[in-house]
């Protein structure tokens, strides 16, 4: 079956620092990739998505390459700040359902 | 538009004791799904409805119930609640949007607590 897995954490950085969590998928045909965000206290939101090889999804500030030939959908943002703080999943789906990594724990340190 | 919504927002059950989690949404999606929410494992779908009267299983289903009377909603069921089903539950509503993908909205989420 289709499954992800991504970068255990926790992750701590400071403000302005570099931030990549990485997030490989197995699944059938050609998935389409998402990472969500959940806020402290929140419910989630989607960060961005990309739906076929090659494909640059985008959204303040972060990045994701959907690569099909690794496999892969590594989020990265240049420059975190405090208000980054938050669990990340990355995410497939090949139909009306999504399948979740264990998701990454992010704070970020003034 | 409401979108998602849940209900409640937080609960604490007694072991054995029965609840029903409500979900609806106002969006007419075809598709809606349970997910349930532990730390270290995301977020893994319990059950899912195509439309109103078809339900199924999805990854870890024991010990709840769904039905899909309307569209609109989505109630799932604990019929004896365990501390094991302590946790964040999400519901969300899915849609087509064109060549083979879909699109999501998610409830705000029900905290529940077994003791």
């Known amino acids: 079956g289709d499954s992800v897995t991504q970068m255990e954490g926790p992750v701590t950085l400071s403000e302005e620092a570099f931030l990549t969590i990485n997030c490989t998928y197995t699944?059938?045909?050609?998935?389409?990739l998402f990472w969500y965000v959940q806020y402290p206290g929140e419910g989630l939101q989607l960060l961005l998505k990309?739906?076929?090889?090659?494909d640059k999804g985008s959204n303040k500030g972060f990045e994701a390459t959907y690569r099909k030939e690794t496999t892969s959908f590594h989020l990265e943002k240049g420059s975190v700040q405090v208000s980054d703080s938050a669990v990340y999943f990355c995410a497939l789906s090949n139909d009306y359902k999504l399948s979740f990594g264990a998701g990454t724990t992010v704070t970020v340190r003034a | 538009n409401a979108g998602v919504t849940q209900t409640p927002k937080f609960q604490v059950l007694k072991t054995g004791q029965s609840m029903t989690l409500q979900c609806a949404q106002d969006m007419n999606h075809e598709y809606m799904s349970w997910y349930r929410q532990d730390p270290g494992m995301g977020l893994r779908l319990i059950h899912y409805s195509v439309g109103a009267g078809i339900t199924d299983q999805g990854e870890v289903p024991n010990g709840y119930n769904v039905s899909r009377s309307t569209t609109e909603d989505f109630p799932l069921r604990l019929l004896s609640a365990a501390p094991s089903q302590t946790s964040v539950y999400f519901c969300a509503s899915s849609y087509p949007t064109g060549q083979g993908n879909y699109g999501y909205t998610f409830g705000s989420g029900t905290r529940l607590t077994v003791v």
């Open positions: 990309a739906t076929k090889a090659d």
């Open positions: 699944a059938t045909g050609y998935p389409s």
